[in-house]
């Protein structure tokens, strides 16, 4: 599990950020987790408290949006999702397809008092 130190280094990167922008208290950070990005959204929210333990995000909500990872077929042009998909189109059985997202990680918002 990897995710505590993904999660501290978010708190820092928002903490510098608010720092840097005068931002005393922030209700809500809203991050993005791909489908398949290596980090389990269930794990990240289950850091939390730890990573903002000390800080000045302490009372800070997080909120975890999932990006589905979809993918476009090269042979019949139609748009799946990966997960269950085994890497193969389900509208026409084609192998050749290019992945559209669902591997991203950001910070997506953050919401100042
Ligand atoms: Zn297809």
């Given at each position: 599990m990897h995710e505590l130190g993904i999660m501290i280094s978010v708190v820092e990167t928002v903490e510098k950020f608010a720092k840097e922008n005068g931002i005393?208290?922030?209700?809500t950070l809203v991050i993005q987790i791909g489908?398949?990005?290596?980090?389990v959204p269930h794990f990240a929210q289950a850091c939390y408290p730890a990573a903002i333990?000390?800080?000045?995000?302490?009372?800070t909500e997080l909120k975890i949006e999932i990006i589905p990872a979809n993918c476009r077929c090269n042979n019949c042009s139609k748009i799946f999702g990966y997960v269950g998909s085994r890497g193969i189109c389900?509208?026409?059985?084609?192998?050749d397809w290019e992945l559209l997202g669902g591997e991203e990680f950001n910070i997506k918002e953050i919401v100042a008092c």
């Open positions: 005393t208290e922030i209700e489908e398949i990005s290596s980090v333990d000390g800080t000045m995000m302490e009372n389900p509208h026409c059985e084609a192998e």
